[in-house]
């Protein structure tokens, strides 16, 4: 700037005025370039990230970290490209436990049905399932870590009785996220009060009035539009409804009914589903 | 010197803000400003450039909001109106979705007429002729050249001269002559229905339904995407261009569910006016009647109208009336004969003997039926499309107006109409969720809001004491008076969407 001054902005005086100057153009260029690199996940500062997030049409879990909703946003197609399978799905609804201190939990997605139709060509449950702690995306990978796909025959998925393969049931398997069996009773301390007075059957820190709408919300938007899903179902047990659990932890054909006595006892906390 | 927050960028600086900043420094870098002469030159450049970098602060902060689609959403002149240059940017760049523009209110020469009396009006070419709704003060011009011959009823086909929903009108509301003709009266037959520019919340919204629609494995998103889009130059790769206007407007809500006894998709859509016409009808037979008008009659009621039109698919014999055929076209109901018989001018198009088969998709539900089954439902699912449901409410109200304001009681009668109108038009579905968990309603509140926000004059809003809301729900339900929330529950389903139900039981008083 100094070499494009008039002789007469060129003394001790001059200079000085034309460095102020210089300070505020260096720093409005400045300006410019982090404006136009601000929409980009691995630039934008934090306050821009819920920004990015709503633009791509992406959910950030209460205890997401920024670096891991940035990678998420940076996955956002490839994300969207799954919506409607069962993958799709399993990875919204385990995003919700991004951050918390454990790790991903294990999830599964039970059919109703089995669409390939080799194990189980008259009916049977598909079960897709994500093991605890399982990475979702490798580095660098565009595609994500498929979910395991186990098949089982008639009538070892019996919820009802009935064979539909519309539906299908979200399970969480919560020793692995910070959600625990319900610790106190019905009544105590007041008539209305229930467990820690929070959320129904649910004890721990992720459990309040947003966890249920949220899953549901996130179940509801990665779906396949005609997929009926019955309960979300968060099981304190891991050894309960797995794909190679005895038949006295799966469900026996009652369980449509809330008020059937093996569900009941189960150790399940069951959130309403999503059509 | 690192990222700076959003908020920082965001934020503009006065000339001000930056002649202090700039003195600042030069006092930090040993500048004795003291001695600086208030009208000397470095005073008088300081301040120059301080106007033109605060000038470019501005551009910094639109370029920081215009970075991300739904901050650009929010973005408002000063006006309060809707910025939409970034995000109209940011909605064709990044989505591929373009922004519905608003409509003009027209009709064809079927749904407006003159009569004359001994004396004959004469030739006017298209535009020449003018008329008007004097409720409103909305002017039309006529569309194709007309003779109105004496003691006669001469159709004309008329186009608002303003777009969007403010130059709408009823059926019957179009009486007055602009351009003059000694003895002559005029009315419309057919309602005419302008909509307005989509505003940037719902672009935004539209834009992000789009991602549902990457995935081949259809999501509720995916269908949504599919009619809310269909107004759009071919969206799909499916409808004829030049672009296909659908006669109701465009579809501006929906929602996409899956029954859950059978997994059978509906996606539930609606127009700004209310319920969106038409039907799927599969076909009976195609019969000759003469010249080149063929008539189809339908298995089931085909719901369209004179002047509707609609599409022709998997027709076996009579294949030139299939879409992508010989016509790859849109046809245009010439004759509605009855509820199962239409008939259609097919030009110079070969039709063939009907042999078997065929689906008509009528109307503007028809060809939402069809676009979501081109282009989204997947092997083994079963989908279809359904109108929203109108429940009609009229306000029991008299609104208390500054009398210093000079307007007249119809005037603000009409403002109140038109924000009522806008206000149940933005309103989602099924309506809204009041305290209560899993109700749909729309709420009383959200009327009275409209009402108060119609113009600043409107001091107060007093209901009928026992009578404030009037609902007519769709038949078969009784019309019913409410001092509360109206349910938009129809059929046990959450489709139903408000319309203004009239306009004469809202009274104007100047105080």
Known sequence: MQALSPSWLQGPVGVRLMYTMAIALDALADWYVYASAANCPSQAPPDAVPWISQDRGLSTGPQQSSASTRRQQQLWLDLWKRAGNPTGLLLAIRSYFYGIASGSPAVSLILDGDPVGTAAPNGGSTWYQYAAGAPDFLAGAQDPVPPSVERRGLGHWNWDGTNQCFRSWLVIYADNVTLAAPTKTWGAPNPWNY?????????????????????????????????????????????????????????????????????LASPCAFLDGVA | MSMPNLADMVETNTTTDVVNLLLGVANNIGLSLSSWNPLGVGRAIVQSVSTIISLYTNTVADLAQGGYASYAAQMRGADGSDVTQWLDLRGQDQYNVLR????????????????????????????????????????????????????????????ADVPGTASSSGAGQITQLVTPIAGATCTNSAALVGTNIETNAGYFARCVTKLGAISTA????????AVQTLTQVDPA????????????????????????????????????????????ASILTVTFVSGTTWQIATTT???????????????????????????????TVAAVIDQNNVQVNVGAVGVGAYVSGGTVYGGDLGLCNFVVQANVVGQCILSTVQSIQAIAISP???????KASGLLPGAVQTKVSNSIISYFAGLPVGGVSDSTPDDSVTPLSGIIGAIMSADPSITSVVFSATQALYV??????????????????????????????????ISAVPK
């Open chain 1, 195 to 263: 467990d820690d007075g929070t959320i129904w059957g649910i004890s721990g820190t992720l459990a309040n009035a947003a966890l249920a709408p949220s899953l549901q919300a996130r179940a509801r938007q990665w779906k396949a539009a005609n997929a009926v899903i019955p309960n979300i179902i968060i099981c304190f047990d891991n050894t309960w409804l797995q794909p190679d659990s005895p038949t006295a932890k799966l469900p026996n054909g009652t369980w449509n009914n809330p008020a059937s006595i093996t569900r």
């Open chain 2, 100 to 159: 519905r523009q608003a409509t003009y209110a027209s009709c064809a020469s079927t749904g407006f007429s003159v009569t004359t009396g001994t004396t004959a009006g004469g030739t006017f070419q298209a535009g020449q002729f003018h008329v008007a709704n004097p409720t409103t003060g909305a002017t039309y011009t006529n569309t194709a050249a007309v003779n109105f011959l004496a003691n006669q009823s001469t159709p004309c086909p008329i186009q």
């Open chain 2, 218 to 225: 259809g999501p509720a998103a995916a269908y949504d995407f």
């Open chain 2, 237 to 280: 790769g499916v409808l004829p261009s030049p672009p296909y206007l659908l006669s109701g407007g465009a579809i501006t809500r929906s929602f996409t569910r899956a029954n859950t006894q059978t997994g059978v998709v509906t996606t539930v859509c609606g127009n700004s006016t209310g319920a969106v016409l038409g039907a799927v």
């Open chain 2, 301 to 331: 009621p085909h719901g369209l109208t004179l002047g509707a039109q609609f599409l022709v698919t998997g027709c076996v014999g009579s294949s030139g009336l299939n879409y992508g055929g010989t016509a790859a076209t849109v046809w």
């Open chain 2, 396 to 402: 029991m109200a008299t609104v208390y107006y500054k």
């Open chain 2, 472 to 505: 007519v729900p769709p038949s078969p339900a009784t019309p019913y008076f409410t001092q509360g929330d109206v349910s938009m529950i129809v059929a046990s389903q959450p489709i139903g969407v408000p319309v203004l139900g009239g306009t004469s039981t």
